[in-house]
């Protein structure tokens, strides 16, 4: 079964820092490239970070640029997004989700984990 | 940064009936446009990529056109089960990514 697990997130102060992390299974995490999307509280959906299969890209919001880094283990099946300096308006519910392989989407997507910000 | 514009807000339907949504972009995205559907409490599930191309075990129903800045996700026949909330997001200029503000479908 192809499948996304995101962990690590919890409540933490501003100006803290989280590392996020996303176990992939069920296919060859390292033909794809990966992505992290975010969803405040009762909002919309909002993409973080990019990743290519071989790390050699990345892309950043510009809502995060500088605070936030994101990283891959191949041989570890592993996503990861580094986060520093962290803001009230950071809280949010925070999806690893796969790039399709052919054509422009994001076809797998994990079940999310929650990061808060708050004092 | 290209702003994604999803109308209606909401729409309010009864099962059995046609739905069409609509995202128009803020220039021009080619066919770099998908939509996803989300319910509540559950992560987003991709319907359609490319602007009208369906993703793997997306009934029939769902239908996705357009190209350029107007797109139409259109649901033929709506089932209880998709009552939701529905995202349109373009990688036709990128980064960044970017999703619209979303659509609610609901039940009249």
């Known amino acids: 079964e192809v499948q996304l697990v995101e962990s690590g997130g919890g409540l933490v102060q501003p100006g803290g820092s989280l590392r996020l992390s996303c176990a992939a299974s069920?296919?060859?995490?390292?033909?794809?490239?990966m992505n992290w999307v975010r969803q405040a509280p009762g909002k919309g959906l909002e993409w973080v970070s990019y990743i290519s299969s071989s790390s050699s890209t990345v892309y950043y919001a510009d809502s995060v640029k500088g605070r936030f880094t994101i990283s891959r283990d191949n041989a570890k099946n592993s996503l990861n997004l580094q986060m520093i300096s962290l803001r009230d308006e950071d809280t949010a519910v925070y999806y690893c989700?796969?790039?399709?392989?052919?054509?422009?989407?994001?076809?797998?997507w994990g079940q999310g984990t929650t990061v808060t910000v708050s004092s | 940064e290209i702003v994604l514009t999803q109308s209606p807000a909401t729409l309010s339907l009864s099962p059995g009936e046609r739905a069409t949504l609509s995202c128009r972009a803020s220039q021009s995205v080619n066919s770099y446009l998908a939509w996803y559907q989300q319910k509540p409490g559950q992560a987003p599930r991709l319907l359609i990529y490319d602007a009208s191309n369906r993703a793997t075990g997306i009934p029939a129903r769902f239908g996705g056109s357009g190209s350029g800045t107007d797109f139409t996700l259109t649901i033929s026949s709506l089932e209880p089960e998709d009552f939701a909330i529905y995202f349109c997001q373009q990688r036709g200029n990128w980064p960044p990514i970017t999703f619209g503000q979303g659509t609610r479908l609901e039940i009249k």
């Open positions: 989700a796969r790039d399709m392989w052919v054509g422009n989407g994001m076809d797998v």
């Open positions: 069920g296919f060859t995490f390292s033909s794809y490239s």
